[in-house]
Nanobody
């Protein structure tokens, strides 16, 4: 099992930047992949960015060039650096951990609110 604790959300003006953190309860090398998803009111939860244990990254098209996912192995923490934020980036952002043991198991953090507004 994995416990995930997010932090770093808040209110930011359009064009601003924000960094989200996700601290895992275990060595992140043992986690197949970690990622960030978001869910806006009335919308489905969607992938924002994902990083595998091997360091491969994947981004949703609308986030490429603006968001960067990276990790600090010593701190068992994954980050999402967001820049050039837009009002449509407003959502609850969730940290996710994938464990593959025969099948995929997903673990989620509690979510952190990001609001982009002037």
């Amino acid at each position: 099992q994995v416990q995930l604790v997010e932090s770093g959300g808040g209110l930011v003006q359009p064009g601003g930047s924000l960094r989200l953190s996700c601290a895992a309860s275990r060595n992140i090398f043992s986690i197949n992949a970690m990622g960030w998803y978001r869910q806006a009111p009335g919308k489905e939860r969607e992938l924002v960015a994902r990083i595998t244990s091997g360091g491969d990254t994947d981004y949703a098209d609308s986030m490429k060039g603006r968001f960067t996912i990276f990790r600090d192995n010593a701190k068992n923490t994954v980050y999402l650096q967001m820049k050039s934020l837009k009002p449509e980036d407003t959502a609850v952002y969730y940290c996710n951990a994938e464990l593959w043991v025969g099948r995929r198991y997903d673990y989620w953090g509690q979510g952190t609110q990001v609001t982009v507004s002037s």
